[in-house]
């Protein structure tokens, strides 16, 4: 088989394009930093547990 016949091959993973956009934007609109304050807060005020 020559490399004109071999069938295209899919991405890995065809939602990794749209996943980094949208991490790309959280972090733009500060949404993660707003996720990541909340749960220190809720941390600091005992609002968590181990793993």
Avoid: F
């Avoid at 980094?20 to 749960?39: F, H, M, P, S």
């Amino acid at each position: 088989m020559t490399r004109d016949e071999q069938p295209e091959q899919p991405p890995a993973n065809p939602c990794s394009d749209v996943w980094d956009c949208q991490i790309a934007t959280d972090v733009k609109n500060g949404k993660l930093a707003r996720l990541a304050e909340r749960a220190l807060r809720d941390h600091a005020a005992g609002l968590s547990s181990e793993l």
